[in-house]
C-alpha cells in the first residue's frame, strides 16, 4: 500500500470518537521461574520476579483504538474494591477517561492472573463477578450512555463482550434503538450468552468458537463454505450488515456480499494469542466508522491481529508497526 494512502487512513482514524461498552478487567501478570518440587504436593515451585497489571477486555479495546489514533470513551462497572482502585490508576496512567466507569458495592473487579515461569503460562487464576448486573445497575449504566451521546458525537458504538455481566440483552435493545436514533454505527464482539440478542448492528465479530457455539452447529474450521453459508443465512435473520469471524491462525471469513470471502492469516512468529481479538474489533471497527472498503478492513484487522500475537501478554497494537507492516503488503480495495 502506498505511504500515502497509509497515511490517509491513520487520519481518518484519528477523526473517530467511539463509546465502547462492556466488561472490563485487570489483567495482572506474575512472571518467574520454576526450579524446584515443592514438598507439600507434586507441583511446581514458581519463584516470582517480576508483577505487572495492565488493562483488559473492553478496556484494551479501548487502548487499542487509542492506539491508532482515535478517541476512545468506555462504559462498564467495576467493584468498590482495591482491584476497581487499581483499574481506575491504569486507566489514569494510559490517559484514558473515566467518564464511563462505575463503581458497584455489589460487585468484585475482574482480574485475570497469568503466572508465568519464563515465557510459558503456568497457570490463570480469575477473580470475578459473571451474574449480570441488576436491572437498577442496568439503568445506571444506560443513563450514563445516554449522557455520553447527548454530550459528545460518537462515530460508532462498539459492544465487547466477555460473559462478565456488565452486557443484558435489555441493555443492547436500549443502546442500539438509541445509537441507530443518533444515526451512530454499530460494531459487536460477542460471546455465547448474548450472541443471538443483537439484531440490526453494522459489524458482528465472533471467533470461530464463537460463531460455532453461537448458532449450535458443528463443522470444521477449514470448511469456510459452509461456515460462510450459516453466516448468511443468520445474517440474514438478524439483519447484520457485515459478519467477521476470526479463524486465528487460518484468517478471517466476512459475510456482506464481497466476491472475496476469505482473508488467509498472515505467516507471524506467536508468542500468545491473548487480546488479538481486542486488537481485531478495534481496527474493524475503525475501518467501519471511517467508510473504508470491506476487504481492507479484513486485511487490516487480520494484519493487526497477528502482530500483537508476536507480543507477550495482553498488549494493545503498535500504531507504528502496523503503519510499516500495511506498506509492505497489497490492500485492495
Known amino acids: 500500500m502506498e505511504k500515502l494512502k497509509v497515511e490517509e487512513v491513520f487520519k481518518k482514524f484519528s477523526n473517530i470518537r467511539a463509546l465502547v461498552v462492556g466488561d472490563a478487567m485487570v489483567d495482572s501478570y506474575m512472571w518467574g521461574v520454576v526450579d524446584r518440587i515443592s514438598s507439600e504436593a507434586?507441583?511446581?515451585?514458581?519463584?516470582?520476579?517480576?508483577?505487572?497489571?495492565?488493562?483488559?477486555?473492553?478496556?484494551?479495546?479501548?487502548l487499542n483504538l487509542q492506539a491508532l489514533g482515535a478517541t476512545p470513551v468506555l462504559v462498564s462497572m467495576?467493584?468498590?474494591?482495591?482491584?476497581?482502585?487499581?483499574?481506575?490508576?491504569?486507566l489514569e496512567k494510559r490517559n484514558l477517561t473515566d467518564a464511563g466507569i462505575l463503581r458497584s458495592e455489589s460487585?468484585?473487579?475482574?482480574?485475570?492472573?497469568r503466572i508465568?515461569?519464563?515465557?510459558?503460562?503456568?497457570?490463570?487464576?480469575?477473580?470475578?463477578?459473571?451474574?449480570?448486573?441488576?436491572?437498577?445497575?442496568?439503568?445506571?449504566?444506560?443513563?450514563?450512555?445516554?449522557?455520553?451521546?447527548?454530550?459528545?458525537n460518537f462515530e460508532i458504538v462498539i459492544f465487547v463482550d466477555?460473559?462478565?455481566?456488565?452486557?443484558?440483552?435489555?441493555?443492547?435493545?436500549?443502546?442500539?434503538?438509541?445509537?441507530?436514533?443518533?444515526?451512530?454505527?454499530?460494531?459487536?464482539?460477542?460471546k455465547k450468552r448474548n450472541f443471538n440478542n443483537y439484531s440490526e448492528v453494522n459489524l458482528f465479530k465472533p471467533n470461530f468458537k464463537e460463531f460455532k457455539e453461537g448458532l449450535k452447529l458443528n463443522f470444521d474450521k477449514r470448511d469456510f463454505q459452509s461456515i460462510l453459508k450459516a453466516a448468511e443465512q443468520f445474517k440474514k435473520e438478524k439483519k447484520l450488515e457485515i459478519i467477521f469471524i476470526t479463524l486465528s491462525e487460518?484468517?478471517?471469513?466476512?459475510?456482506?456480499?464481497?466476491?472475496?470471502?476469505?482473508?488467509?492469516?498472515?505467516?507471524?512468529?506467536?508468542?500468545?494469542?491473548?487480546?488479538?481479538?481486542?486488537?481485531?474489533?478495534?481496527?474493524a471497527s475503525l475501518c467501519l466508522a471511517a467508510g473504508l472498503p470491506t476487504k481492507f478492513m479484513?486485511?487490516?484487522?487480520?494484519?493487526?491481529?497477528?502482530?500483537?500475537?508476536?507480543k507477550s501478554g495482553v498488549v494493545p497494537i503498535d500504531s507504528e508497526q502496523l503503519r510499516v507492516e500495511a506498506r509492505k503488503i497489497k490492500i485492495s480495495k
Not at 162 to 179: F, M, N
Not at 298 to 310: F, H, M, R
Request: charge should be negative.
Open 42 to 62: 507434586p507441583i511446581p515451585i514458581l519463584t516470582i520476579n517480576r508483577q505487572e497489571n495492565r488493562l483488559g477486555g473492553a478496556a484494551n479495546v479501548s
Open 78 to 90: 467495576v467493584g468498590n474494591d482495591m482491584k476497581g482502585d487499581i483499574f481506575m490508576q491504569l
Open 107 to 113: 460487585r468484585e473487579t475482574t482480574v485475570k492472573t
Open 116 to 152: 508465568l515461569s519464563r515465557s510459558q503460562q503456568v497457570v490463570r487464576v480469575d477473580e470475578e463477578t459473571a451474574e449480570l448486573i441488576s436491572s437498577q445497575e442496568e439503568d445506571v449504566v444506560f443513563q450514563r450512555i445516554e449522557k455520553l451521546v447527548e454530550q459528545q
Open 162 to 190: 466477555y460473559d462478565k455481566g456488565i452486557i443484558t440483552q435489555s441493555l443492547i435493545e436500549r443502546v442500539t434503538v438509541l445509537a441507530k436514533s443518533k444515526g451512530i454505527l454499530i460494531a459487536v464482539d460477542p
Open 250 to 283: 487460518l484468517g478471517v471469513i466476512i459475510s456482506n456480499g464481497v466476491k472475496q470471502n476469505h482473508f488467509p492469516a498472515q505467516i507471524r512468529d506467536i508468542a500468545d494469542v491473548s487480546g488479538a481479538g481486542d486488537t481485531v474489533i478495534a481496527v
Open 298 to 310: 479484513a486485511q487490516l484487522s487480520n494484519l493487526a491481529g497477528g502482530l500483537v500475537c508476536e
